[in-house]
């Protein structure tokens, strides 16, 4: 096998016209590098450069589109001075196209066994000082296996819609996705999210934050045969992981590691498959956690940290209770801690850290660690419940209804403690 054998399936967007100035449109070059590769697959390499696009992308079956970056990169240059802006260097793809317009076809749409690594992509239209253009999902996941690695998305309307496909990786993913992060819906078979961190790399002006606080998702799970997800972040964003049934039904997810802050609703859980629902393992929040009403699959909550927001905070209008707890779904808590709870200024010294209003529900070897009016309430819904072995700060404050069927015993009053104090970005 000679030299240029042994590179046989491995193409340079400049050998089809792809000029990165920032100022070309690149779509009809890089379609032509992509069509050529998925010929019989292979990858396609854009080396470092600004590549401007005013239409989109379709990444053939078997097919990367690779640039230059090793690993995920970062750039906050925009808000932090002297660090690196986007362009500066490495391999960047600026979208023009489909402003205002969400529901137009995805920017890049991957397919099975199709890649999309190692390129920022940005936004160069979309603007900080006023409420942010819609923009269409900058990558649709379809097919079997299609993946998205060590990639950043600095500046998306809407990120990655991971609906109708088998087998997702979504590894190494950073960003600000000002409205929606990820989409996960109408998938059979098991799907992966890694390190995935929503932090605001790109602005934190008033009007940005302000947007996100009030109307941003990050992580929106519906239909998941087994999602699995681990070391995955988020912040200000009004929902951190809202679970629910998007028309597919509702699914089940395992996370681990993962946590959002500065919210109003950290978690939000409408819908959850009732064989299966969904674990959290060591994670942490920092807002209301909610389960609604029309719960009925299973939540647990193991070695997970909880704490509140100070009204006023990023816009945040304040916690009220670390937990809200509805539904038919069995709730269990072991091993968690909670704090900062009662925030909410209408109904200060009223309001539990924990509210339990579902049927059935499990407190264990829990940590309270403010020494306030309130711990735990429990209604009348209640059917079946245990608080059994927990701490709590000044003594045990648990308010039970006279009709609630609860079994409380074996708690433990801790000595008075000074409450956390947290760092609130600004």
């Not at 799907?191 to 605001?200: A, K, M, Q, T, Y």
């Not at 089940?252 to 629902?277: E, F, K, S, W």
């Amino acid at each position: 096998m000679n030299f240029s054998e042994s590179f046989a399936g491995l193409y340079s967007v400049l050998d089809f016209g792809a000029v990165g100035d920032g100022v070309t449109d690149n779509t009809a070059a890089f379609a032509a590098a992509l069509n050529e590769a998925g010929k019989k697959g292979g990858i396609v390499y854009a080396p470092p450069g600004k590549y401007r696009f005013d239409g989109r992308l379709n990444i053939p079956v078997g097919v990367t589109l690779q640039g230059s970056f090793g690993s995920v990169p970062a750039h906050n240059g925009n808000r932090d001075k002297g660090l690196p802006k986007p362009g500066d260097f490495g391999t960047v793809l600026c979208p023009y196209a489909d402003k205002n317009d969400e529901n137009a076809p995805a920017f890049i749409t991957l397919n099975t066994n199709s890649t999309l690594k190692g390129v920022l992509v940005w936004y160069p239209d979309q603007r900080e000082d006023g409420t942010p253009y819609p923009y269409p999902w900058t990558v649709a996941m379809r097919g079997k296996d299609p993946a998205i690695i060590d990639t950043e998305l600095l500046n998306p309307y809407n990120a990655i819609d991971a609906s109708m496909n088998e087998r997702h990786i979504i590894s190494r993913v950073f960003g600000q996705p000002l409205r929606r992060g990820i989409y996960i819906n109408a998938i059979y078979d098991i799907g992966r999210v890694e390190d995935v961190h929503f932090n605001p790399w790109w602005s934190m002006k008033p009007a940005i934050v302000k947007f996100m606080v009030e109307e941003g998702e990050a992580f929106i799970i519906g239909r998941t045969d087994w999602e699995y997800m681990v070391n995955c972040f988020s912040i200000f964003y009004h929902i951190g992981f809202r679970f629910g049934d998007f028309g597919a039904g509702p699914g089940n997810a395992v996370l681990t590691q993962c946590g959002h802050d500065i919210a109003p609703i950290t978690v939000q859980i409408d819908a959850l498959q009732p064989h299966a629902g969904v674990s959290f393992n060591n994670c942490q929040f920092m807002g209301d956690f909610v389960v609604n009403e029309t719960n009925e699959g299973p939540v647990r909550l193991n070695g997970c940290g909880f704490w509140g927001v100070v009204p006023g905070s990023q816009g945040n209008p304040g916690t009220r209770s670390n937990l809200h707890l509805n539904g038919r779904g069995h709730v269990i808590l072991n091993g968690c801690h909670f704090t900062g709870w009662d925030q909410f200024p209408e109904t200060k010294g009223k309001a539990p850290s924990v509210e339990i209003n579902c049927r059935t529900a499990a407190i264990t070897s829990c940590d309270f660690i403010d020494d306030k009016p309130c711990h735990i309430t429990v209604s009348e819904n209640v059917q079946d419940c245990v608080i059994l072995g927990n701490k709590f700060s000044g003594g045990a404050r648990i308010v039970k209804d006279e009709k609630a069927g609860a079994q409380i015993g074996f708690n433990i009053s801790a000595e008075k403690r000074e409450a956390p104090k947290f760092h609130i970005p600004g």
